[in-house]
């Protein structure tokens, strides 16, 4: 398998969602709810649409697992995994914050990732082994050594209310032990936000493969230590993830861990 071809057509088929999402950035003609608080538009599917597309046409056997689509078998031992519009609540609401997610596994491993975010042009991009790049110039996570020192981003899921209680005790503590912590709205640009060292860290729960899997081999490969809250190396399909710079990761696992907090 030629990775640098796959990263040239994975690099075409995000420009080619992201040109959809410019398009649809404040020309959208409704708004579908899946659920509650998970909204679709028109930008969603038809940038998944040009996705697909231009992946399918250079490698026609391989399996697809995409947000809005969900997965299409193939034949060979590739699986691109996307997200055609990461942050849509910020993207309906005008809001320039979301990325466009696709990456590639070879049977389980992530061998490749690409974040783009279509309204300031950023491009994040890592091949498994060869380090990470933030429109073609190499990245690294930041150097800051204590929590203190830190500034941190987290997300919420659309379960919120099941999991309120938990999200809030870990928001708080972290938001006492560090310099802030961020919302953006957008998983996969938290990920390479912490691979480029604007954050130093990053953890949320019940994240889907596709929210994760670009972002995830970007930051480790920016040398970023992944795991879940119980340092348990992180894989995709895992419902923890927690991003830092791997010297405040010891303190962040200290702060994430609830069991010892509720029964002190």
């Not at 420009?15 to 679709?40: C, H, M, Q, W």
């Not at 503590?173 to 990920?191: F, H, K, P, T």
């Not at 879940?228 to 991003?243: D, P, R």
């Amino acid at each position: 398998m030629d990775l640098e071809h796959a990263k040239r057509v994975g690099i075409a088929a995000a420009y080619a969602g992201a040109r959809v999402v410019r398009e649809r950035f404040g020309n959208l003609s409704r708004i579908d709810k899946k659920d509650t608080f998970n909204l679709l538009t028109e930008a969603d599917t038809e940038s998944e649409k040009k996705i697909i597309t231009t992946i399918r046409k250079a490698f026609p056997d391989h399996a697809i697992l995409a947000e809005e689509s969900g997965a299409s078998k193939g034949t060979a031992e590739y699986r691109w995994l996307i997200d055609p519009l990461d942050g849509t609540t910020n993207f309906a609401h005008q809001l320039p914050i979301f990325g466009i997610s696709i990456a590639l596994a070879k049977d389980a491993e992530i061998i490749l990732g690409l974040v783009l975010n279509p309204m300031d042009g950023e491009l994040f991009s890592a091949i498994s082994g060869q380090g990470a790049e933030l429109n073609g110039n190499p990245i690294k996570v930041s150097s800051t050594e204590s929590v203190s020192e830190s500034l941190l981003v987290t997300g919420f899921p659309y379960n919120f209310s099941e999991i309120e209680e938990a999200l809030m005790m870990r928001f708080t503590i972290c938001q006492n032990a560090s310099q802030g912590v961020r919302r953006l709205g957008s998983a996969a640009l938290d990920l390479c936000y912490v691979a480029c060292g604007r954050f130093d860290g990053f953890w949320e729960q019940n994240l889907n493969p596709w929210d994760t899997a670009a972002g995830a081999v970007i930051a480790t490969e920016a040398s970023a230590v992944v795991t879940n809250f119980s340092n348990t190396s992180f894989t995709v399909n895992q419902k923890e993830i927690l991003a830092t710079n791997g010297k405040i990761h010891r303190e962040m696992l200290e702060l994430l861990t609830l069991e010892e907090k509720n029964s002190s």
